[in-house]
């Protein structure tokens, strides 16, 4: 049957409270984790522990907890928020559940063009 082929978490981190301090390791799906700067939830340590997998980070400077809920965030204009979400979020899925690899697609998802400057990008492949 079908399965997950992708994980897109939003403004979040792993809790080794739930899972351990390796449980992140029995991810076996690429992984884009969308975030925001003004919602610092230890997503760069996450980041620099997160060696064997699949996983793209993309923090969006301005953008705050609420701009992945309901918006207004006074650092990130809410339409420009969502539309960074939006962007890369529909990028990673197709480029996954799709097999889209049209230019901005892959250009956008292994960050060899960004889309916006607010957009910063890091990646660790397995």
């Not at 809790?15 to 939830?41: N, Y």
């Not at 207004?72 to 480029?95: H, P």
């Amino acid at each position: 049957g079908a399965g997950a082929v992708a994980a897109l978490p939003l403004a979040g981190t792993i809790r080794t409270s739930l899972f351990g301090d390796d449980g992140h390791r029995s991810v076996a799906l690429p992984v884009m984790h969308l975030s925001g700067s003004e919602d610092d939830v230890g997503q760069a340590a996450e980041f620099d522990r997160l060696d064997g997998l699949d996983y793209t980070w993309v923090d969006f400077e301005g953008a705050c907890h609420q701009t992945f809920t309901i918006g207004a965030c006074s650092s990130l204009d809410t339409d420009d928020g969502w539309w960074l979400i939006e962007s890369y979020a529909l990028a990673f899925a197709r480029y996954h559940v799709l097999d889209d690899r049209t230019a901005p697609v892959v250009e956008w998802v292994e960050g060899t063009q960004t889309l916006d400057p607010r957009a910063r990008y890091a990646r660790r492949t397995e």
